[in-house]
């Protein structure tokens, strides 16, 4: 199973269906929105780094002008599915080629039909190379009239972030825009390039911010006219000259075939690297692929100042912002499947180490302190307000920005795993330790000696569950603090014997003085955890005193809990949007036997809110139950994190992918039903446990160099 499907246009559904067809290249990608536009679409190219500033939000990815703008007048009349009749409608996006195609028989108010046939692509081969095809076959003989443009007349949901630089035709088949950012001062340049069946010279409308190429065709009944449209596309980011990179591009392939031909083996290289198969539960199957299809459209292949947004780059939500989402969710897909792609992202958050280090260092503290929400710099880009669930009018103060400190957690974690699982001691020592080192530069001195107590904690945080806020000694957070500095003094003792100049360096460059190391000993030894006799720990300071909550009672509900009880009342109970416990427990694996899990996952299971709250939890619930033998339990979570976009189960997948559940979706299938465990010594064992339907899981995964591919079956 390759291939997403849809048979109706649903004008309802569109926002939905343009996040699901999106296509793209690691470069840019572009939501499925129909070539001729309909009311009310939410219409969108963005490309990786292409930020502007923006009022609350800080700055987004700026909406980049559209290059799918092609009208079609069949006889004079424009092809539209708001008139006329939709004699057959089919869309198909190909995960295997990242082609989407629609095919449509129309047939206009005036009677004419025609069958058209859109193919577009965004290149693989060549990421500043894009392709539009489109073939008309009339059943009547009469002129068929294209009108290609690049439109710069895009705005981010109301907000215009481009101004005009200039515009115009090169060599009669080409025309090209060039925009610039308001704020970001970033140039972009877009080149079009027409090649028709039948091709004598386009016309050229000089329309300011929309060039427009008019190509007018004769045709027969039963004849199939084809326009196909190259575009280049470059920014100042790429290059000193992007108009002269775009119309490069642009000029470049011979044909669509060729083109074509590129795109297929550049993805079947790809998949040879990760495909997963599903024998026996087609749902899991496509879900699963396009899960990894989103991830690999959305992953800087050829640029290390940039990380995979919490929503790809498919939609307008969060603004194109990376959050935790990227080194805990999707990172360990591009690790053990595509580690060049990983150290990219993990080289992101070394750029951003200074941003960090300021963050620490206003707040008062040492170390980095990476930004929660992170976008062009490193630079925090939390809103501080948002509309508020019950009363829109109303903002609502989000804590995240100030108060979520594990991500510096996460970032070291991700960091060290690629180095685990890549043996990649280059990389670590140029970069990966000093993210290891000085995220636990920031643990040791946030942390406080709780008298009272007799242990290092943590205060006034936010842990992954954002349903409670200004909480003492988070267990995902202090867990992950521990691990953090119990790993950078392993990573000094290593680099002291493997790389003693680079060892020198840091201790100079961090100040790592020996009352600093014997503090960062000391609060790993020493922090507050709430373990109870059975194993179980207890989210942070107070949580089993909260009132308890019987989720089952509020059910059906279509309204997470926290917009039940309200943002400041969700506090006062034991609901929560995804389980920390479980999250910690999961990453820090061997730690755990399986009577320590049971007893958390027995607890916290009930206490989620697994449909409304967070998309992140239940990939990782999944795994959690596969390592308890809880197979059922399992894939129910593991289907809820596949439906999550397929079917919009939340309601909100036109804000574009969740990206966290499909990174989430593959550890699922590897680390859960596959039981994969890794060991340092490149050893690795497979403990699967299949849900009764699979046939048979095929996996691969790259450890240390060498491809790996494991197939299960039921025995
Ligand atoms: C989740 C966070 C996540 C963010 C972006 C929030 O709703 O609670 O854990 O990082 O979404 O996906």
């Given at each position: 199973m390759w291939k997403i499907t849809e048979n109706i246009f649903d004008p309802q559904k569109q926002h939905h269906k343009e996040t699901i067809f999106t296509i793209g290249n690691g470069y840019l990608c572009t939501r499925g929105?129909?070539?001729e536009g309909y009311p009310g679409e939410s219409r969108a190219t963005f490309l990786h780094g292409v930020f502007d500033d923006a009022p609350i939000v800080v700055t987004e990815l700026a909406n980049a002008p559209d290059w799918l703008a092609l009208q079609i007048l069949l006889d004079g009349e424009k092809f539209s599915l708001a008139c006329g009749t939709i004699l057959d409608f089919q869309r198909e996006l190909d995960l295997q080629t990242g082609v989407l195609t629609r095919r449509v028989r129309w047939q206009s108010p005036s009677g004419k039909i025609a069958t058209l046939v859109f193919e577009r692509f965004a290149s693989l081969t060549d990421e500043h190379l894009l392709a539009l095809r489109c073939q008309v076959t009339p059943e009547f003989e009469g002129e068929i009239e294209f009108r290609a443009a690049l439109n710069a007349?895009?705005?981010n949901q109301g907000l215009l972030h481009w101004t005009f630089v200039e515009q115009g035709r090169k060599n009669g088949t080409t025309a090209y825009l060039r925009t610039r950012t308001r704020k970001s001062g970033i140039d972009l340049a877009l080149a079009m390039r027409l090649l028709a069946s039948d091709s004598p010279q386009p016309d050229y409308w000089d329309a300011e911010l929309v060039p427009t190429l008019k190509q007018v065709v004769r045709a027969r009944a039963g004849e199939t006219v084809t326009l196909t449209k190259f575009v280049g596309v470059a920014a100042s980011r790429d290059t000193d000259d992007p108009l002269a990179m775009a119309l490069e591009r642009a000029a470049k392939p011979v044909s669509w075939e060729s083109a074509f031909e590129a795109q297929k083996q550049a993805w079947a290289e790809e998949w040879r690297r990760c495909e997963v198969s599903i024998e026996g539960d087609e749902e899991a199957e496509i879900a699963v692929r396009f899960s990894l299809f989103q991830l690999l459209i959305a992953a800087p292949r050829h640029d290390h100042r940039v990380s995979i947004g919490a929503k790809t780059l498919s939609g307008f939500g969060y603004r194109g912002h990376a959050f935790w989402d990227t080194e805990i969710f999707m990172l360990p897909f591009f690790t053990y499947t595509a580690p060049h792609i990983a150290r990219n992202l993990l080289d992101y958050r070394y750029l951003t180490l200074s941003a960090a280090r300021d963050k620490a260092r206003q707040a008062g503290y040492q170390g980095a302190w990476f930004a929660w929400e992170s976008a062009a710099n490193g630079e925090e880009v939390t809103p501080t307000w948002v509309p508020d669930f019950h009363d829109r009018k109303k903002l609502a103060r989000v804590w995240t920005g100030d108060l979520a400190i594990h991500i510096s957690a996460d970032v070291a974690y991700g960091a060290y795993q690629y180095w685990q699982a890549t043996g990649d001691d280059e990389w670590f020592i140029a970069h990966g330790a000093e993210l290891v080192l000085d995220a636990a530069q920031f643990f040791a001195s946030r942390a406080e000696w709780l008298e009272e107590r007799g242990c290092y904690g943590y205060r006034d945080v936010i842990g992954p569950d954002e349903y409670h806020d200004h909480v003492d000694n988070n267990a995902y957070t202090n867990l992950l603090a521990k691990w953090n500095l119990e790993t950078a003094r392993a990573t000094l003792d290593w680099l002291e014997q493997n790389a003693p100049v680079k060892a020198r360096e840091l201790n100079r460059t961090l100040d790592l003085t020996p009352e600093r190391l014997a503090k960062w000993r000391d609060v790993a030894e020493k922090i507050c955890l709430n373990i109870h006799s059975n194993g179980l720990i207890e989210q942070f300071d107070g949580f089993f005193a909260l009132k308890d909550v019987n989720l089952a009672e509020y059910e059906p509900r279509t309204k997470s809990m926290h917009e039940i009880f309200g943002i400041e009342a969700a506090n006062d109970y034991q609901a929560i949007k995804q389980p920390d416990v479980l999250m910690a427990q999961y990453l820090l694996g061997d730690a755990y036997d399986e009577d320590a899990i049971r007893a958390n996952y027995e607890y916290y299971n009930p206490r989620t809110d697994h449909t409304y709250g967070s998309s992140l939890g239940p990939a990782i619930q999944a795994i959690i139950a596969c390592r308890m033998g809880n197979v059922e339990s399992a894939y129910e979570h593991f289907i809820r994190a596949a439906r999550a976009d397929l079917r919009d189960v939340r309601g909100n997948a036109g804000d574009g992918i969740h990206a966290a559940s499909t990174g989430g979706i593959w550890q699922a299938i590897v680390f859960g039903f596959g039981g994969l465990r890794l060991y340092p010594d490149r050893r690795w064992e497979v403990h699967p446990r299949l849900p009764r339907h699979w046939k048979k899981l095929t996996f691969r995964f790259i450890l240390r160099g060498e491809q790996h591919t494991v197939s299960v079956g039921q025995n």
């Amino acid at each position: 199973m390759w291939k997403i499907t849809e048979n109706i246009f649903d004008p309802q559904k569109q926002h939905h269906k343009e996040t699901i067809f999106t296509i793209g290249n690691g470069y840019l990608c572009t939501r499925g929105a129909l070539e001729e536009g309909y009311p009310g679409e939410s219409r969108a190219t963005f490309l990786h780094g292409v930020f502007d500033d923006a009022p609350i939000v800080v700055t987004e990815l700026a909406n980049a002008p559209d290059w799918l703008a092609l009208q079609i007048l069949l006889d004079g009349e424009k092809f539209s599915l708001a008139c006329g009749t939709i004699l057959d409608f089919q869309r198909e996006l190909d995960l295997q080629t990242g082609v989407l195609t629609r095919r449509v028989r129309w047939q206009s108010p005036s009677g004419k039909i025609a069958t058209l046939v859109f193919e577009r692509f965004a290149s693989l081969t060549d990421e500043h190379l894009l392709a539009l095809r489109c073939q008309v076959t009339p059943e009547f003989e009469g002129e068929i009239e294209f009108r290609a443009a690049l439109n710069a007349h895009v705005d981010n949901q109301g907000l215009l972030h481009w101004t005009f630089v200039e515009q115009g035709r090169k060599n009669g088949t080409t025309a090209y825009l060039r925009t610039r950012t308001r704020k970001s001062g970033i140039d972009l340049a877009l080149a079009m390039r027409l090649l028709a069946s039948d091709s004598p010279q386009p016309d050229y409308w000089d329309a300011e911010l929309v060039p427009t190429l008019k190509q007018v065709v004769r045709a027969r009944a039963g004849e199939t006219v084809t326009l196909t449209k190259f575009v280049g596309v470059a920014a100042s980011r790429d290059t000193d000259d992007p108009l002269a990179m775009a119309l490069e591009r642009a000029a470049k392939p011979v044909s669509w075939e060729s083109a074509f031909e590129a795109q297929k083996q550049a993805w079947a290289e790809e998949w040879r690297r990760c495909e997963v198969s599903i024998e026996g539960d087609e749902e899991a199957e496509i879900a699963v692929r396009f899960s990894l299809f989103q991830l690999l459209i959305a992953a800087p292949r050829h640029d290390h100042r940039v990380s995979i947004g919490a929503k790809t780059l498919s939609g307008f939500g969060y603004r194109g912002h990376a959050f935790w989402d990227t080194e805990i969710f999707m990172l360990p897909f591009f690790t053990y499947t595509a580690p060049h792609i990983a150290r990219n992202l993990l080289d992101y958050r070394y750029l951003t180490l200074s941003a960090a280090r300021d963050k620490a260092r206003q707040a008062g503290y040492q170390g980095a302190w990476f930004a929660w929400e992170s976008a062009a710099n490193g630079e925090e880009v939390t809103p501080t307000w948002v509309p508020d669930f019950h009363d829109r009018k109303k903002l609502a103060r989000v804590w995240t920005g100030d108060l979520a400190i594990h991500i510096s957690a996460d970032v070291a974690y991700g960091a060290y795993q690629y180095w685990q699982a890549t043996g990649d001691d280059e990389w670590f020592i140029a970069h990966g330790a000093e993210l290891v080192l000085d995220a636990a530069q920031f643990f040791a001195s946030r942390a406080e000696w709780l008298e009272e107590r007799g242990c290092y904690g943590y205060r006034d945080v936010i842990g992954p569950d954002e349903y409670h806020d200004h909480v003492d000694n988070n267990a995902y957070t202090n867990l992950l603090a521990k691990w953090n500095l119990e790993t950078a003094r392993a990573t000094l003792d290593w680099l002291e014997q493997n790389a003693p100049v680079k060892a020198r360096e840091l201790n100079r460059t961090l100040d790592l003085t020996p009352e600093r190391l014997a503090k960062w000993r000391d609060v790993a030894e020493k922090i507050c955890l709430n373990i109870h006799s059975n194993g179980l720990i207890e989210q942070f300071d107070g949580f089993f005193a909260l009132k308890d909550v019987n989720l089952a009672e509020y059910e059906p509900r279509t309204k997470s809990m926290h917009e039940i009880f309200g943002i400041e009342a969700a506090n006062d109970y034991q609901a929560i949007k995804q389980p920390d416990v479980l999250m910690a427990q999961y990453l820090l694996g061997d730690a755990y036997d399986e009577d320590a899990i049971r007893a958390n996952y027995e607890y916290y299971n009930p206490r989620t809110d697994h449909t409304y709250g967070s998309s992140l939890g239940p990939a990782i619930q999944a795994i959690i139950a596969c390592r308890m033998g809880n197979v059922e339990s399992a894939y129910e979570h593991f289907i809820r994190a596949a439906r999550a976009d397929l079917r919009d189960v939340r309601g909100n997948a036109g804000d574009g992918i969740h990206a966290a559940s499909t990174g989430g979706i593959w550890q699922a299938i590897v680390f859960g039903f596959g039981g994969l465990r890794l060991y340092p010594d490149r050893r690795w064992e497979v403990h699967p446990r299949l849900p009764r339907h699979w046939k048979k899981l095929t996996f691969r995964f790259i450890l240390r160099g060498e491809q790996h591919t494991v197939s299960v079956g039921q025995n």
